[in-house]
């Protein structure tokens, strides 16, 4: 199956690297390219893409508001792109529903990769987005009369326990399945589960389900 692809930003030229880049990938197709914020909304909603890479700063509509509008909607996926590694971007891109966060400055075949990883419906954060920008969007969002943290429920076995940690790591399913000596398919099934429980909308809230109950630091 083809995965179509919206790019919007605000200079032509990373419009038109990045829908080339998308278009050397025989899976990939790139369905068109808009320059605002408002622009992006109304493409997604007319061609309903799989994934929309989407800046951040852009005319008429920034990207988080742009975002938050196409996620609420369903219209589509959101993997945001900026030159910017800040954390106020991180946090909004996170809270407007995006499933991805990259920096422009990222390989061509790791943004292939990373457009794929979302239209599969997983998430992914940069590697220079750290779990300190992670741990700080936990802080922001704790509730100061709350005592102790939030536990994991009981139904969430030992085993995916182990997998919600790696998660929280940063590490892919493949990396898991290595680490814990499982098959990747059995790490899909213990990550679906995980979401199921924890009803958490992709890797990014397990990650913070992980910090909020003390799993990582």
Known sequence: ???????AD???L???????????????????????????????????PDV?????????????EAT???TTAGHA????????????????????????????????LDLLSAVRTVAQGEALLAPRVTRRLIAAYVNRQAQPHVKEPPRLPEAVTTREREVLLLVAEGLTNAEIAERLYIGAG???????RLLAKLD???????????????LTG
């Open 52 to 64: 929309v890479l989407m800046d951040v700063r852009m005319p008429e509509m920034d990207g988080i």
């Open 14 to 48: 990373i419009r038109i690297g990045l829908a080339g880049i998308v278009d050397t990938a025989p899976d990939l197709q790139s369905i068109g390219s808009v320059a605002t914020g408002r622009d992006a909304v109304a493409a997604a909603a007319e061609h309903r």
């Open 1 to 7: 199956m083809t995965i179509r692809v919206l790019v």
């Open 200 to 214: 958490a909308r992709d890797r990014v809230q397990l990650v913070i389900h992980a910090y909020r109950n003390g």
């Open 68 to 70: 938050r509008r196409i």
């Open 77 to 108: 996926r959101v993997l945001m792109l900026t030159t910017f590694d800040l954390d106020e971007y991180v946090f909004g891109a996170l809270r407007a529903g995006a499933s991805g966060f990259l920096l422009k400055d990222v390989p061509p």
């Open 186 to 192: 059995t790490v899909k099934t213990h990550v679906a």
């Open 10 to 12: 605000d200079q032509q």
